[in-house]
C-alpha cells in the first residue's frame, strides 16, 4: 500500500536552470521573497551557486541559482557550466526558465535533450509573459509540451510576480517528504561577506554597462561591524588599466557614484549604516587564473 504523504512536511533541493539571460536571478528573489541573487541586463550575471530558501509550515524549498548554461570557451566559463551541471545533479526538482520573449533557441533545445535524461521531476517556468500575450505563448507551450513531455509548465512573469504562488505550488508537490535541511528562519547559505562583494559588482555592472566587460570581481578585505556602523572595504579587480581608468571615471566621479550605490543597497541589506570604501586593482587575466578563481569560490 502506498504511503500518503500528503500531509506530511516536504523538503528539498530545487534546481533552477536555463541558458543565460532567462531571468533565473529575478525568479529566485520572488520566490524567496528577498533579494538574494544581483540581477543586471548582462549575460552571465551570476556565476556561482546562489542559494534561496523559502520556509512554510508544510514545506522547505531550498532553490540553486545557477550561472546560465552555455558553450563554454575559457576557463572563467567552463567553471559556471560545471557549477550548473552540479546543480543539476545534485536536486531533487529542477526547474527549467524559459524566456517567452525570445522563443526557443537552439540553446535551450540542447537543454531540454539534457533533461530529458534526467531522473528528477521537472518544471517548466515560462518566463517574462507579460512581454508577450496569449497567442504569442501558446505555441511555445505546445512546443515545450512536445519537448518534455512528462514536465509541468507554469507561465510566470519573475519580474512582476504573476503566477509565482502557482510555481512554488506545483514544485512542493514534487519534493519529497521530509525534515526541513535549514532553520526555518534562515533565507540563504551566503555569508555577509559574499553579499556584499555581490552588491557591489552588481552596481558596477549596472552603472557601466557596455563600457566595462563582464570581466569584473569584486573582494571584501575588511568587514567589521562597530555597534551600528559597518565598516567595509573592498577591492575591485579588472584586468586592463583602461577599465581602471572607466571604472574610476573623471575626478573619481564613476567610483564615487558606485560607491553610494552600492552604500545605499548594503544598508538597506544590513539593517545598518555602512561605511563602504572602494579600491581598484588591475589583475590581468584574472578570468583565466585557477587560482583566483578559487578566491572567487569558483
Not at 160 to 179: C, E, F, I, R, S
Not at 255 to 276: C, P
Amino acid at each position: 500500500m502506498n504511503q500518503d504523504f500528503s500531509t506530511e512536511h516536504r523538503s528539498g533541493f530545487v534546481a533552477l536552470v536555463g541558458r543565460p539571460n532567462v531571468g533565473k536571478s529575478t525568479l529566485l528573489n520572488q520566490l524567496v521573497g528577498q533579494k538574494i541573487a544581483i540581477v543586471t541586463p548582462k549575460p552571465q550575471t551570476t556565476r556561482t551557486r546562489i542559494v534561496g530558501i523559502k520556509s512554510s509550515a508544510q514545506a522547505q524549498l531550498v532553490f540553486v541559482d545557477t550561472p546560465g548554461l552555455h558553450h563554454a570557451r575559457n576557463l572563467i566559463n567552463r567553471r559556471m557550466v560545471e557549477v550548473a551541471q552540479a546543480a543539476l545533479a545534485e536536486s531533487d526538482v529542477i526547474v527549467w526558465v524559459v524566456d517567452v520573449s525570445e522563443g526557443l533557441r537552439g540553446e535551450d533545445r540542447q537543454i531540454a535533450s539534457r533533461l530529458a535524461e534526467c531522473r528528477q521531476p521537472i518544471c517548466i517556468a515560462v518566463n517574462k509573459v507579460d512581454r508577450k500575450g496569449p497567442s504569442h505563448s501558446l505555441p511555445l507551450l505546445a512546443e515545450l509540451g512536445a519537448l518534455l513531455s512528462k514536465a509541468e509548465i507554469v507561465p510566470v512573469s519573475a519580474l512582476k510576480g504573476t503566477n509565482v504562488d502557482k510555481l512554488l505550488q506545483v514544485v512542493t508537490g514534487m519534493l519529497p517528504a521530509g525534515p526541513p535541511l535549514y532553520d526555518p528562519e534562515t533565507f540563504t547559505d551566503q555569508t555577509e561577506r559574499t553579499l556584499v562583494a555581490e552588491a557591489v559588482r552588481e552596481q558596477v555592472l549596472l552603472q557601466t554597462r557596455q563600457e566595462i566587460p563582464y570581466a569584473v570581481a569584486v573582494t571584501v578585505d575588511t568587514f567589521e561591524e562597530k555597534g551600528d556602523l559597518v565598516v567595509i572595504a573592498a577591492t575591485i579587480h579588472v584586468e586592463r588599466d583602461a577599465q581602471k581608468r572607466i571604472m574610476i571615471g573623471a575626478k573619481g566621479s564613476r567610483i564615487k557614484e558606485i560607491g553610494k550605490a552600492s552604500r545605499l543597497e548594503l544598508e538597506q541589506m544590513l539593517g545598518k549604516r555602512v561605511f563602504l570604501e572602494l579600491f581598484v586593482r588591475v589583475q590581468e587575466d584574472w578570468t583565466t587564473k585557477a587560482g583566483f578563481l578559487r578566491e572567487l569560490g569558483m
